[in-house]
């Protein structure tokens, strides 16, 4: 058998959530256990008609298109993929919008045999919106929200997931995902298993804890430095590729380092978030048609 090349390694660890390095190059990892443990709840208010809710993936499949899956290589949006919790669609269909604002405007087609899904994907609003109806009331800690998107780095052609931030404390209404169609007459097709929800804890008073400055980077010497020789190391890596047709790339963020080769106190590589399950004491979830 021929050597595993190093390069193509360290990529598919990254893709698959792990660290693309060997253990003597990564940094201590920020403690996921430190302070109390908190709840994610979700309760089943309505039949599942098929929907998954599962942990977010590293994974994206146009990020595995890309010759030695490149995208890979760039942490901060490997990291976004994993973010949340995902809702998977619960069946395949098509949609296509008019352009106009009545309800009747937007029609949604679905499969053979997957008609019965209708409820579950409906225009509700009109003006080209289309609405999911989940199964689930969300309940989350004290002060502590749910941040409603679609899936990070996750499209579909002609569709635009719509974010809302919802007060999960306390709400006792189900919350709806929706999608704003963008061209009139122009079908749009969504497919079963397809990420159409990211739900993202966050806490409501986070944002407003903070107090924006702009400061002179002139004052902080030792940043600065470690600012030019990042750019420089950046400069000479990009100038080597043009001359060589090399595809190397810089390591230092993704080890956990500085260019200057100092290490982070702490670094991350991935997330790792705990699947939904039954409480105890209480009976299995309820089954989806999918698992039966």
């Avoid at 944002?207 to 702009?214: G, S």
């Avoid at 890596?237 to 982070?264: F, L, P, S, V």
């Amino acid at each position: 058998m021929g050597e595993t090349d190093p390069q193509s390694a360290a990529d598919a660890a990254q893709a698959e959530g792990r660290c693309p390095f060997g253990a003597d190059e990564q940094r201590p990892v920020r403690s996921a256990a430190s302070g109390p443990r908190l709840e994610l709840i979700a309760y089943q208010v309505d039949p599942n008609p098929g929907y998954v809710l599962e942990p977010a993936p590293p994974k994206r499949d146009w990020m595995d298109t890309f010759q030695n899956r490149f995208p890979y290589r760039c942490l901060p949006l490997a990291m976004a993929n994993q973010g949340g919790w995902l809702i998977r669609c619960p069946a395949t269909f098509q949609v296509t919008w008019n352009g106009k604002r009545m309800l009747e405007d937007l029609k949604v087609k679905f499969a053979p045999g997957e008609e019965d899904m209708a409820r579950a994907a409906r225009s509700h609003f009109g003006y080209g919106i289309l609405t999911f109806g989940f199964p689930w009331l969300f309940r989350t800690p004290d002060r502590v929200g749910l941040w409603v998107h679609g899936a990070s780095n996750f499209q579909i052609e002609n569709a635009y997931p719509l974010e809302g931030l919802v007060e999960t404390d306390w709400n006792s209404a189900p919350f709806t995902m929706n999608w704003r169609i963008l061209r009139r007459n122009a079908p749009v097709f969504f497919r079963k298993g397809d990420p159409i929800c990211m739900i993202t804890p966050f806490p409501l008073d986070f944002l407003e804890r903070f107090d924006p400055v702009y400061r002179d980077i002139e004052g902080e010497p030792e940043l600065k430095a470690r600012v030019e020789v990042a750019a420089k190391s950046r400069r000479e890596i990009i100038m080597h590729n043009i001359k060589t047709g090399a595809g190397d790339w810089e390591r230092n963020y993704m080890r956990g380092q500085h260019a200057t080769g100092e290490k982070a106190p702490e670094h991350r590589t991935n997330f790792k978030l705990k699947p939904f399950t039954p409480a105890p004491g209480d009976a299995e979830a309820p089954k989806t048609p999918s698992d039966e």
